[in-house]
């Protein structure tokens, strides 16, 4: 009896410690597929969030946007639409520079492209020879820079121009063409206000007018580039006195919609700027920076107004800030042998090629007027 009991206890015992061990060697379970994809993706969350969090921690690019005068109209709509596209496509900031049609206040404004923290500049100055010591101050401390309208010779930076030389040519050559179908008998004599000791205006403007002229007249005769930078009453006083001393002008350019004010008073003071349903008797007159009161006259088919260089502020300012983006990002050089040129579209508002229609839309698309 005891063997037995003594075995029965045995086998108990045996049994206890396989079913102890038993559970003891049972592997721990693995996390599932599903577990583990969940962990991945929080990780990766968090990992996206932190990213998030930095760039939202970064503070956005600053811009110098430089106007030569913010009373000006293209100038306002060029500032406008390069805030609302810096910020939209690049996270930019923009801030205006105004000129105040003053080149010391151009100069003094560089200074401030660092003093204000500015972290990229696109110029439009006019004493290049003051701005290049700011200029290289900007570069040297990392700041991108490039010029517009005018390059900045010696500096090597970029610049961005309007394509004014080719619409220049084609509205002299528009007027010449003109004027010899209307007055075959006249010879042309042609004669320009504005700034004739400005590169840039000389080689946009001048010579490229004269140049279309002459391929449709080669013996018309030009008076020159009269110096009318005062303002409207200075090119007033050259057209009263150009009607006296030489009343066979009959191809007038006007190189900017502030001189036109005064050319077409005077010219119309004297008794002449008149067109007889579309066709010239005094004089056909062109201007630059077309604008709602232009239209005005280039429309009135018996006005001698009838030509406008448009210059478009949207395509200008993204072109200005694509421009700087692109150096930064360096696929144009910040600094090269020469100054490299970018050109922006400009257009040739005219009496006889662009429908009214298609002019009122150009200016309220570009300037967000309401001309009918």
């Known amino acids: 009896m005891k063997k037995a009991l003594t075995i029965v206890l045995a086998l108990l015992l045996a049994l206890g410690i396989g079913a102890f061990a038993g559970c003891q060697a049972k592997p721990a379970e693995s996390p599932s597929s599903s577990e583990s994809a969940s962990a991945s993706a929080s990780e990766s969350a968090s990992a996206s969030e932190s990213a998030s969090q930095e760039a939202s921690n970064e503070k ?27 910020k939209e496509k690049y996270g930019a900031e ?13 100069t003094q404004n560089i200074d401030q492209i660092l003093a204000q ?6 110029l439009h100055i006019w004493d290049n020879e003051a701005a290049i010591p700011g200029i290289k101050a900007a ?27 080719g619409v ?19 010879p042309i004599v042609m004669v320009e206000l504005g700034w004739p000791n400005h590169t840039e205006v000389k080689s946009g403007r001048t010579d490229p007018f004269v140049e279309g002229v002459l391929s449709v007249d080669p013996k018309a005769k030009d008076l020159g580039c009269l110096d009318a930078s005062a303002g409207a009453d200075a090119a007033k006083q050259i057209i009263a006195d150009l009607c006296t001393q ?34 010239p008797l005094t004089e056909i007159v062109c201007s630059v920076d077309f604008d709602e009161v232009e239209m005005g006259d280039v429309y009135d088919p018996n006005s001698s107004l009838k030509l406008s260089m448009g210059l478009p502020p949207i395509e200008t300012a993204k072109a200005r800030i694509d421009n700087l983006f692109a150096i930064r990002n360096g696929e144009i050089e910040q600094k090269g042998d020469t100054e ?22 150009w200016l309220n698309e570009q300037f967000g007027t309401n001309v009918k």
Do not use: C
């Open 246 to 279: 030489h009343p066979e002008v009959n191809l007038i350019f006007s190189e900017a919609s502030n001189l036109t004010v005064g050319t077409m008073a005077a010219l119309r003071e004297a008794g002449r700027g008149k067109f007889d349903n579309g066709k």
């Open 340 to 361: 490299q040129e970018f050109f922006a579209k400009a257009y040739t508002i005219s009496f006889w090629t662009m429908d009214r229609a298609d002019a009122a839309a």
């Open 94 to 106: 923009v801030y205006a520079f105004d000129g105040q049609s003053d080149s010391n206040v151009m």
């Open 139 to 165: 570069l040297d401390a990392g700041v991108t820079v490039a010029s517009f309208f005018s390059p900045v010779p010696g500096t090597g930076i970029p610049v961005v121009r309007s394509d004014e030389a």
């Open 60 to 86: 956005p690019l600053k811009i110098a946007f430089f106007v030569s005068d913010l009373s000006n109209v293209f100038h306002q709509a060029q500032y406008a639409v390069a805030k609302e596209y810096a």
């Open 168 to 186: 220049a040519f084609a509205m002299g050559v528009e007027m010449a063409t003109q004027w010899k179908n209307a007055n075959p008998d006249k």
């Open 117 to 122: 923290g500015m972290d990229m500049a696109t």
